[in-house]
Each structure stands twice: as structure tokens, then as C-alpha cells.
């Protein structure tokens, strides 16, 4: 095997790791800075030590990124095709950020390994792609969307009687606990998904079997990497998730938070399902938000969200198909 195709294809997945970092930030903080529990930069350092941590908590997902999606390609061919699926998730992770918009960098990623796998004629698993990526995609913001409703309806019960200044102090404070397991969520999702990609080129370059564990070097390297990258800060989307769906008061933002952690964690451990921590988070904050009024969520901006997770994985599939067509006429 290239040796120089298999440290490209992993410095590759590594920068990924890190826009995937910056572009999903926003998705753990964005409620406790509009919120102000928390300051923009406190929040960064917080959530970055949380993303590390949370790297090393499990490997489900990364088996389920690795063996469940698309068939293990085959030579420099195969490393290409995990290169361009890499390219076009990094691609639409930038686009997205550019323009504010909270799309997911798992559905970026996983659309770009379905349009690679296809363009170099690899095997997809479509079982695979349908009951581990297409289904929570579905599920997931309709979960968070009615817990987040529930769980803020909760509150607002338990809390009915209580001072309303004395009750914002309180979560304003709790708040950093929820955003910490928010942070701490992502870096259980996120950094498994990228460890699972560069495993995969381990495999194909010879260096690993699927039955081995995860070396710890690959651990460090895409749990640093997602550090790196959510310090770096997503400003863009943070406004949008923390101001322009809805105004959060420090109750919802707790709720949010807890609703969205609540969720990840479930997914990791008990399904390895690897869903999206912006679709998570998107809709429990629309699901706290409608406890108010159903109009004080502003489903304007919350439609052209929802938009953008529609348009995410055929996006990011057509730029690895043109991305690998292009590789394939250089290299191959």
C-alpha cells in the first residue's frame, strides 16, 4: 500500500476532525452563551476539555462508522475514496459555516463516503445507511423536539411557585453542568467518527484489522484535533442556534442542554447509532421554545434548518463523487 496515500487520507480525516470542531461548537455552548451562564470563551475552553474526555468514553460508533456504511474498498483505490468522501464532507462543512447555517458534519461525512463508495464502485450498505444514518436522522430531532418540550414543561411545573430571579440564578449555574455533558456528548459522537474513518484506512493499508482495538494514538490524535477545532469557535452558527431560533432564558437553555446530552448518550451506548448533535440540539430547542407559545419559536429560521439537513448528504455526496472522479484522473 501508498504509504503517502495512507498519511494523506489520515491528515485528511484529522482536519475534518477539527472543522467538524469549529462547525459544531455551537451545537454544546450556543444556549449558555446567549443565555449568558457562560462567557464565549469560558465556554470554548470548557467544551474543548469536554470534547477530549469525551473521545475516550467508547468505540460503538466508530465500528458502526467503519464496518456499517459502505464496504471496506480495496488498494489506493479505496484510499481515494475515503479521500474524497473526507474532501466533500470538509467542503460542505465549510460552506455551511460560512453562511451560519447548523447543518450536520456527521450527515456532511456520512453523504460524502456514500457518493465516493458509488463513484469508485464500491459496495454500499444501504441497510446500513437506512437504519443507522437515514432513520435517526428522522428520529432524533423528533426525540429532541418532544423531550425538549417535556422536560422544560417539567420545569415550569416544579418551578411554578418559585421566584422567578432566584429560579434563573439557579439554572444559570446549572447550565454549565448541562453544556459540559452537551460538550462531553459530541466528543463521545464526534471524534468516534473520524477514529472509525481513519481505522477504516488502517485496514486498508494493512496496519489493522477491524477486530483490533483502536490504537490509542488515533484516539488522541482525532479527540485533540476536535479539541483544537471547537476552541477555534463557530461564531456563525452559534449566533443562529443561540439567538435566531428563539430567545433562551437560562431554564430553556438547561433544558435544551439536558435534553440534547440525554440523547447522545443513548445513541453511543445503547443503539451506536451515530446521530447528529445539530439536529439534537436544533430541535429541543425548538421543542423548549414552543412551551412558551408555539409562534415565539421563529419557524422561519427554523424551516431553512431543516432545509439545510435535507440538502446535506446529497451535497456533500455529489462534491466526493466529483472530488474522487477528479483524484481518479491525477493519480490513478
Sequence with gaps: ?????????????????????????????????????????????????????????????????????IATPEGRTGMWI?????????????????????????????????????????????????EKIVIPMFLSPIVGL?????VMTAIMWMFRKSNPHKTKRGFRIAQTVSAAGMALGHGLQDAQKAMG??????????????????????KLACAVMLSLGTYAGGWRIMRTLGRKIIELDPPQGFAAEATGASIMFASSYVLHAPISTTHVITSAIMGVGATKRV??????????????????????ATVAALSFWVVHLAFL
Design 1 to 69: 500500500m501508498d504509504t503517502f496515500a495512507l498519511v494523506v487520507t489520515i491528515g485528511v480525516a484529522l482536519f475534518f476532525t477539527y472543522t467538524n470542531g469549529f462547525h459544531d461548537s455551537a451545537n454544546a455552548i450556543a444556549t449558555s452563551v446567549s443565555t449568558r451562564a457562560l462567557t464565549p470563551r469560558a465556554a470554548l475552553a470548557m467544551a474543548a476539555v469536554m470534547n477530549l474526555a469525551g473521545a475516550f468514553l467508547g468505540s460503538g460508533v466508530a465500528k458502526t462508522v467503519s464496518e456499517g456504511i
Design 82 to 130: 475515503l479521500f474524497s468522501a473526507l474532501v466533500g464532507a470538509i467542503i460542505w462543512n465549510l460552506i455551511t459555516w460560512y453562511f451560519g447555517l447548523p447543518s450536520s458534519s456527521s450527515h456532511a461525512l456520512f453523504g460524502g463516503m456514500v457518493g465516493a463508495a458509488l463513484a469508485g464502485g464500491t459496495v454500499v450498505y444501504w441497510t446500513g445507511v437506512l
Design 146 to 150: 418532544v423531550v425538549g418540550y417535556l
Design 197 to 218: 474513518i481513519v481505522v477504516m484506512a488502517l485496514v486498508i493499508s494493512g496496519h489493522e484489522k477491524y477486530s483490533d482495538p483502536i490504537p490509542v494514538w488515533v
Design 295 to 316: 409562534n415565539a419559536v421563529r419557524w422561519g429560521v427554523a424551516k431553512n434548518i431543516v432545509l439545510g439537513w435535507f440538502i446535506t448528504m446529497p451535497a456533500a
